[in-house]
């Protein structure tokens, strides 16, 4: 089993839509959730971080779900804006290393 | 302030040639990576560092080394270079324990080996 898997993708959808990304992860003993965004040819920026009780920023709601190791992304209201790669990442064990899923790529359209 | 600034962007290299690919960070982190990008494959580590005089392998280590003399540097080095490590490389730092803190990217170096 992969360290950290994602939804395989792409998701396209129309502007104003709701879209939900998910993300599960094998070490039981990870510590630090993150979804970051990666737009196209460019390095990937940290969206937000993952809080067991669960967090917002504007449209973006993330979730975390230790006893099923799972990690949600909700984005409610879409703007073309939104149109980017979304990485789930995993900080697991003592070394603080990074995982990275795949990625879901999102493309918005009017 | 630069953040994470990495060199060169662009490279093209020949089949068994060398090369060296810097990573600076001004922030003062602890903990600095490099990982490399291949479509479909996502983001995958190469090796990483805990500290100054410190690396490990990631989980793709296999015909790269790396060198963490200064805390701010991580150079990333091929010694012979092989069509099949044509991708984009990524270089990232970030604070010791990095409990929901932020790991920051310089843009990429994109490398071909023909």
């Known amino acids: 089993r992969k360290e950290v898997e994602q939804d395989p993708g792409p998701f396209n959808v129309p502007e104003g839509a709701t879209v939900a990304f998910n993300c599960t992860y094998s070490?039981?003993?990870?510590?630090?959730f993150f979804w970051y965004r990666q737009d196209c040819r460019k390095e990937p920026k940290l969206l937000m971080s993952?809080?067991?009780s669960g967090n917002e920023d504007g449209r973006f709601t993330a979730q975390l779900n230790r006893a099923s190791q799972y990690i949600s992304l909700l984005i409610r209201d879409s703007k073309l804006s939104d149109s980017a790669t979304y990485l789930c990442?995993?900080?697991?064990?003592?070394?603080?290393?990074?995982?990275f899923g795949k990625g879901t790529l999102l493309t918005v359209n009017p | 302030n630069a953040g994470v600034t990495q060199t060169p962007k662009f490279r093209v290299l020949k089949t068994g040639q060398s090369m060296t690919l810097l990573c600076a960070q001004d922030?003062?982190?602890?903990?600095m990576y490099w990982y490399r990008q291949d479509p479909g494959m996502g983001l995958r580590l190469i090796h990483y560092?805990?500290?100054?005089?410190?690396?490990a392998k990631g989980e793709v280590p296999d015909g790269y080394n790396v060198s963490r003399l200064k805390k701010q540097n991580f150079l990333l080095g091929l010694e012979s270079a092989a069509p099949s490590q044509t991708s984009v490389y990524f270089c990232?730092?970030?604070?010791?324990?990095?409990?929901?803190?932020?790991?920051?990217f310089g843009q990429g170096t994109r490398l071909t080996v023909v």
């Open positions: 990232a730092s970030s604070p010791l324990k990095a409990r929901n803190t932020e790991a920051f």
């Open positions: 070490n039981s003993a990870s510590q630090s």
């Open positions: 993952v809080y067991s």
């Open positions: 990442v995993v900080i697991g064990g003592s070394n603080y290393k990074l995982t």
């Open positions: 560092s805990v500290g100054e005089g410190t690396t």
């Open positions: 922030m003062n982190h602890e903990y």
